[in-house]
C-alpha cells in the first residue's frame, strides 16, 4: 500500500531534523512546506496543476535551505524575498531584525557573510592589496 503524503512528509522532516538543529517552529514549518511541495507535485501527477507564484516558492525553498539564499551576484532577504548586493542593516530594521537575530532565527553561521559572493570576493581582494591583514597583526602585537 502507497504511503499517504503525510507519512512521506513526516519522514522527510525526521531525516532533515536527524541532521540539522531545528526549533519546534522551524520543524513545524518544514513540514508544512513538505506536505504542500508533495501535494502539488502528486497533482501535477494526475494533471491538475497547482498555480503558484514562482517568487513565493522560491522564497519557500530558500528558507528550508538558508545557505543557498547567498548567491553569486545577489543575496535574497528570507523575510521578503528582495534581492540586494547585501543585507544591510537598514534593511534588516525594516524587518525588525538586527544581524545577529536574522542569523540565529534562519540558522546562519555567525561568520557567514550577508552578501553576495562577487562582493565578498572584490572586498577580500582589495583588502589584501592594501594590506589590512598585516596592519590588523601589528596592531593586534602592539597592544
Keep these: 500500500m502507497p504511503k499517504s503524503l503525510t507519512e512521506m512528509a513526516v519522514e522527510i522532516t525526521v531525516a532533515q531534523a536527524s541532521h540539522a538543529r531545528m526549533s519546534p517552529e522551524e520543524v513545524d514549518q518544514f513540514l508544512s512546506v513538505t506536505f504542500e511541495r508533495l501535494r502539488a507535485m502528486k497533482e501535477l501527477e494526475e494533471g491538475k496543476p497547482e498555480v503558484k507564484e514562482v517568487v513565493k516558492e522560491g522564497i519557500e525553498s530558500l528558507r528550508l535551505d538558508p545557505l543557498k539564499s547567498v548567491q553569486r551576484n545577489k543575496v535574497i532577504c528570507l523575510e521578503c524575498g528582495r534581492d540586494l548586493r547585501q543585507l544591510s542593516n537598514a534593511h534588516l530594521r525594516s524587518h525588525g531584525l538586527t544581524v545577529k537575530e536574522y542569523r540565529r532565527k534562519w540558522?546562519?553561521?555567525?561568520?557567514?557573510?550577508?552578501?553576495?559572493?562577487?562582493?565578498?570576493?572584490?572586498?577580500?581582494?582589495?583588502?589584501?592589496?592594501?594590506?589590512?591583514?598585516?596592519?590588523?597583526?601589528?596592531?593586534r602585537a602592539k597592544g
Excluded: H, I
Design 107 to 139: 540558522g546562519l553561521p555567525t561568520r557567514f557573510p550577508l552578501a553576495a559572493k562577487t562582493l565578498v570576493a572584490k572586498r577580500k581582494k582589495v583588502a589584501r592589496e592594501k594590506g589590512f591583514g598585516e596592519r590588523l597583526k601589528k596592531a
